[in-house]
C-alpha cells in the first residue's frame, strides 16, 4: 500500500519556469524528507521537515510542511537544466522508534535549456 | 570516506537462483535498510536493522533475507530469484532511528532475473 502520493508523477518545463510538485497522505508523519535522484545514483537528501507549517528554503527551491503534517510541496524558481531529476518525499511514520521511511511515487523533472 | 557502497552493479540471474547483493558503510551509522525501486512505486522497504543482531521487516520483506553481524555490513539475500524481483536495490543507513537523520544511500544494484 502506497501511503504517499506525489504529483505530478513527470514534468518537462523550459528553463526559468517556475514549478510546484506535492506529496500527499491521509497519514501524519512525525517529520518529512525530500531527496533528489540523478540517472544511476542513490537519492541525495535536500531537506527534512519536522513542524506542521514549516518552509524552508534552499536557494530556489522552497520547502513546506502542511499544517497536519500530512502533506508537504516543493516549489522551484526559475528552473535550471541542473535541477533534471526524480523528485522524491519521505514521511517518518507519527511516534515512530524506527527509522521507517516510507517513500511517495517519485516526480520526474526534466528542465529543458 | 567511501560512504555507502554496493556490490555488484549489475546482475543477471535466472529463476530459482539464489544471490547475495552485499552492502558496506564506513560511516559507523547504527540504522541500515534496504529498499527496492520499480518504475511509478518510489522507494519500497525490505528490510531494516537497526544495529548488529537487529533486523525486521519493511514493507515487501517476502522472498528476501538478511543479517546484521557487524555494524559496518548489511547483506541482502535472495533465496530463489523470480521475475517480480526484477529491480534496482537501494542499501542505505543513518546515524540514528529518528526519522529526521540524513539516509545516505549507495549507488544501487541493478538485477534483471530471467
Known amino acids: 500500500t502506497q501511503l504517499l502520493e506525489q504529483s505530478p508523477q513527470f514534468l518537462s518545463i523550459q528553463e526559468g519556469e517556475n514549478l510546484t510538485v506535492y506529496c500527499n497522505s491521509s497519514?501524519?508523519?512525525?517529520?518529512l524528507q525530500w531527496y533528489r535522484q540523478e540517472p544511476g545514483e542513490g537519492p541525495v537528501l535536500l531537506v527534512t521537515?519536522?513542524?506542521?507549517?514549516e518552509v524552508k528554503k534552499l536557494k530556489r527551491l522552497t520547502f513546506q510542511f502542511g499544517d497536519a503534517r500530512k502533506d508537504s510541496s516543493l516549489h522551484i524558481t526559475a528552473a535550471q537544466p541542473g535541477d533534471t531529476g526524480l523528485y522524491l518525499c519521505?514521511?517518518?511514520?507519527?511516534?515512530?522508534?524506527?527509522?521507517?521511511?516510507?517513500f511517495g511515487t517519485g516526480t520526474l523533472l526534466a528542465v529543458q535549456p | 570516506n567511501a560512504g555507502v557502497t554496493q556490490t555488484p552493479k549489475f546482475q543477471v540471474l535466472k529463476t530459482g537462483q539464489s544471490m547475495t547483493l552485499q552492502c558496506a558503510q564506513d560511516?559507523?551509522?547504527?540504522?541500515m535498510s534496504w529498499y527496492r525501486q520499480d518504475p511509478g512505486m518510489g522507494l519500497r522497504l525490505i528490510h531494516y536493522?537497526?544495529?548488529?543482531?537487529?533486523?525486521d521487516q519493511g514493507e515487501v520483506p517476502n522472498g528476501y533475507n538478511v543479517s546484521r553481524s557487524t555494524t559496518e555490513d548489511f547483506p541482502l539475500r535472495l533465496l530463489s530469484a523470480a521475475p517480480s524481483q526484477t529491480s534496482v536495490y537501494f542499501c542505505?543507513?543513518?546515524?540514528?532511528?529518528?526519522?529526521?537523520?540524513?539516509?545516505?544511500f549507495g549507488p544501487g544494484t541493478r538485477l534483471t532475473v530471467l
Open positions: 536493522s537497526v544495529g548488529a543482531g537487529i533486523t
Open positions: 521537515v519536522v513542524t506542521g507549517g
Open positions: 497519514s501524519v508523519f512525525s517529520s
Open positions: 542505505a543507513s543513518s546515524l540514528w532511528t529518528g526519522g529526521t537523520d540524513t539516509q545516505y
Open positions: 560511516m559507523n551509522h547504527e540504522y
Open positions: 519521505a514521511g517518518a511514520h507519527y511516534g515512530g522508534a524506527t527509522n521507517k521511511l516510507i
